[in-house]
């Protein structure tokens, strides 16, 4: 399973973003590839689909739930919104959501 953590440098959630993956992905015993991607400059974070840093792909999908519809991408910092809380990483419950529909 490809895993795509895409930040950009200086990002201040980058290292809980791919600890998160990390953490998660032990937990649920699913083997991941894991590829961070660096975004430089707005054309790549267009080129990229890059919703905000730091954004986690599974196999090419966002794991927040209905991201693959936005169209905005920015060379900014990312916030998630997870029921009541909002985090600078997204919620471990979309990424275990995510490994298990990627399984499928």
């Known amino acids: 399973m490809k895993v795509e953590v895409l930040t950009f440098e200086g990002c201040p959630n980058a290292r809980s973003a791919r600890e998160l993956v990390e ?8 083997d991941v590839d894991i590829a961070h991607v660096n975004v430089p400059d707005p054309e790549a974070a267009e080129r990229l689909r890059f919703l905000g840093s ?34 600078g990483v997204p919620d471990a419950r979309w990424l275990r ?4 529909a990627s399984q499928r």
């Open 23 to 30: 953490r998660v992905a032990a937990e649920s015993h699913v």
């Open 54 to 87: 730091p954004t986690i792909r599974v196999d090419g999908h966002d794991i927040e739930p209905g991201a693959d519809l936005r169209t905005e991408y920015v060379l900014a910092c990312r916030i998630y919104r997870t029921g009541e809380r909002i985090a």
């Open 97 to 100: 959501d995510a490994f298990e």
